[in-house]
C-alpha cells in the first residue's frame, strides 16, 4: 500500500513535465487541469446531493457543469490551448452564474456559493496575465462585477422572474463585501506587476529620449604617435533621480526589449549631426567616426534605408563613418547581415568587429565578411603582462590581421607601458583612459581643437 501510495505522490509530482510547452505554457495548462478536476469534484458531489435530495433539474445542471470539468481537463493535455481559453473561461462563468440563479434549494450555503466567482476572479487576474488584453484585464473585470452583482443583491431566478435578497443594513452590508473584494484585487494587481530593476529601467528608458536623459559621449582614437584619428560614439544615460547608469546596465534592457532600434537609430542620428556641425566649425575630414550597431539594430527591416537618409541629411560622406559589431551578430541570419555589411562597404562605409577575440565564431567571421578593422577586447588588453594565453591571443591576433590587411585597434589601454608594449608588437591604433575618458562633446571639441594646432 506505501508502494502504491509513494507511486502516486511521484506521478502528480511528475505531471508538470509531461504537459505541453514551456514553463509558461506548462503552468497555464497545469491551472486548467487544477480547475477542470475541481469542477468535477463539486460537480459529482452537488449532482449527488440534489439527486438525493429529489431536485433532478438542479443535479442536472451539475452534471454538466462535471462534463465541463472534464473538457476543462482534457484541454490541458491537447493543442488549441489559445482558443480552450476563451472557451473555458466563458463557459466557467456562465455556468456558475446559471447556478446561483437557479440553485435556490440551498439558501443557507447562497453565500459560500459566491466564493466560485471570487475564485474566477482573482484566478483569472493571476494565471491569464500573459494573454491577451482581453482575458488578462478585461474578463476578470467582469467576473468581480459578476460577484458584486450577487453578493450585494442576492440575485435569484424563481417563478420566471428575478428575485432581489438586499440585506437590511444594506450599507453596512456593501462596505463590509466590496472593501475586501477591492483590497483583495488589489493585492493581485501588485503581485502582477514586475518592480524589478530590470523592469524599471525598461520603463524610464522607453522615455528617456523624449526627456532629453540620453547624450552621446565621444571617445578619443589615437595613432601609434598618439595623434588623434578619430571618435568612437557611446551612448551614456542620465537617470535624473539615479544619476549615470552603467550602459552595461541599460544596454541589455534595450536589446532584450527592443528599445535598441529607436535607441540605436536617434545615437546615429545625433552622431551624425554632431559631425556635421564640427565638420562647419573645424573642417574635419581625416577624422572617422565609430558608431556601434546592435544586431537587431542590424537585422532591423528599416536599417539601411533609415541609415542612408540620415547621411543624406547631413550630408556625411560615408568614408568617414565606421559601423562597429560584436561577434555575436553572427549567429543571426547570416546572408542578410552578409548583404547589408557588403551594401555600406560598397558606399565607403567601414566595419569593425568589436570586443574581438571573445565572442563567436572569430576567424570565420573575418573570411566570410567585407571586415576592414577588428578591436581586440579589453578583457585580453588588461591581462597581457599576467597572462600568457592572453598576450599570445593578442600577439597573433595582431600578427593575423596585419597579414589579412585589417586595421587593428586596441581598446582598454590603462597607461604608458600598456601602450608601449602594444605598440612594440605592432599594433598601430588605440582607445582607453590612458589618452581620454568618453568626453561629452564640448570637452571632445577640446580635443578636436588640439588635435588641428598640432
Not at 79 to 99: E, K, P
Not at 140 to 145: K, V
Request: proline letters at 3%.
Amino acid at each position: 500500500m506505501s508502494s502504491y501510495f509513494r507511486s502516486g505522490i511521484s506521478m502528480v509530482h511528475n505531471l508538470p513535465f509531461i504537459l505541453k510547452g514551456d514553463s509558461l505554457e506548462k503552468k497555464l495548462r497545469l491551472t486548467l487541469l487544477i480547475a477542470g478536476t475541481s469542477s468535477i469534484f463539486a460537480g459529482v458531489f452537488m449532482a449527488w446531493f440534489n439527486f438525493s435530495s429529489g431536485h433532478n433539474a438542479i443535479a442536472c445542471l451539475y452534471c454538466a457543469s462535471t462534463l465541463l470539468g472534464c473538457y476543462i481537463s482534457c484541454s490541458a493535455f491537447y493543442n488549441g490551448l489559445q482558443r480552450n481559453l476563451y472557451i473555458i473561461v466563458h463557459s466557467l462563468l456562465a455556468s456558475i452564474i446559471m447556478l446561483l440563479l437557479v440553485d435556490n434549494y440551498h439558501v443557507a450555503a447562497k453565500h459560500s456559493e459566491y466564493n466560485y466567482l471570487l475564485a474566477l476572479t482573482v484566478g483569472s487576474a493571476l494565471v491569464l496575465r500573459q494573454q491577451s488584453n482581453y482575458l488578462s484585464k478585461v474578463f476578470p473585470l467582469i467576473c468581480f462585477f459578476s460577484y458584486l452583482v450577487f453578493v450585494v443583491t442576492g440575485l435569484t431566478w424563481q417563478q420566471g422572474a428575478f428575485h432581489l435578497n438586499i440585506p437590511q443594513d444594506a450599507g453596512f452590508y456593501i462596505v463590509n463585501c466590496s472593501v475586501p473584494i477591492v483590497a483583495l484585487l488589489l493585492t493581485v494587481y501588485t503581485s502582477r506587476g514586475d518592480y524589478s530593476e530590470t523592469d524599471l529601467i525598461k520603463r524610464e528608458l522607453s522615455n528617456a529620449i523624449e526627456k532629453n536623459e540620453l547624450e552621446v559621449y565621444y571617445q578619443p582614437q589615437v595613432d601609434a604617435e598618439k595623434k588623434l584619428i578619430g571618435f568612437e560614439a557611446l551612448l551614456r544615460w542620465k537617470h535624473p533621480v539615479k544619476g549615470f547608469i552603467s550602459p552595461e546596465v541599460f544596454i541589455p534592457v534595450a536589446e532584450k526589449s527592443g528599445l535598441i532600434i529607436d535607441i540605436g537609430k536617434w545615437v546615429m542620428e545625433r552622431t551624425l549631426q554632431q559631425m556635421s556641425e564640427w565638420d562647419r566649425m573645424y573642417n574635419l575630414s581625416r577624422l572617422k567616426f565609430s558608431v556601434n550597431i546592435s544586431p537587431l539594430q542590424l537585422m532591423h527591416r528599416d536599417f539601411t534605408q533609415d541609415t542612408l537618409k540620415i547621411l543624406a541629411n547631413y550630408k556625411i560622406s560615408p568614408e568617414r563613418l565606421k559601423f562597429e559589431i560584436t561577434e555575436t551578430t553572427f549567429i543571426y541570419d547570416q546572408q542578410k547581415i552578409g548583404d547589408v555589411i557588403a551594401h555600406f562597404s560598397g558606399l565607403g562605409i567601414k566595419w569593425a568587429i568589436d570586443d574581438f577575440g571573445v565572442g563567436y565564431s572569430s576567424l570565420k567571421s573575418l573570411s566570410d565578411f567585407a571586415i576592414d578593422d577588428i578591436k581586440i577586447d579589453k578583457s585580453l588588453i588588461m591581462h597581457i603582462f599576467e597572462n600568457e594565453s592572453a598576450a599570445i591571443v593578442v600577439h597573433k591576433t595582431i600578427e593575423l590581421s596585419r597579414e589579412m590587411g585589417l586595421n587593428v585597434l586596441a581598446e582598454g589601454i590603462e597607461s604608458e607601458e600598456y601602450f608601449d608594449y602594444l605598440r612594440h608588437k605592432g599594433c598601430h591604433l588605440f582607445q582607453g583612459y590612458h589618452f581620454a575618458r568618453p568626453l561629452p562633446a564640448a570637452d571632445a571639441a577640446l580635443w578636436i581643437r588640439k588635435s588641428k594646432n598640432a
